[in-house]
């Protein structure tokens, strides 16, 4: 489990949030062979619904698995 973030929405001042994940892919190539190549986290305020994305990191090895798997 994860710490909880100090996260206040920008929009209403709710401190109640949810963490999700997204994947995207990058140009041509990774869109051929279906790799996501960029790792996205988001914040979501449960009270108004307002999202920040934040890049995270993704591995060398990460992206080939999902060249196998996907």
């Not at 990058?26 to 108004?48: H, L, M, N, R, Y």
């Not at 591995?59 to 996907?70: E, K, V």
Request: hydrophobic share 30%; proline share 3%; net charge positive.
């Amino acid at each position: 489990m994860s710490k909880p973030l100090n996260y206040t929405c920008p929009k209403c001042n709710s401190k109640h949030y949810k963490v999700g994940e997204m994947r995207a892919t990058g140009g041509k190539w990774s869109k051929i062979f279906d790799v996501q190549s960029a790792k996205f986290t988001s914040i979501t305020c449960e009270k108004c619904s307002y999202t920040e994305f934040y890049k995270a990191k993704t591995s060398a090895l990460s992206n080939i698995f999902d060249l196998f798997t996907n």
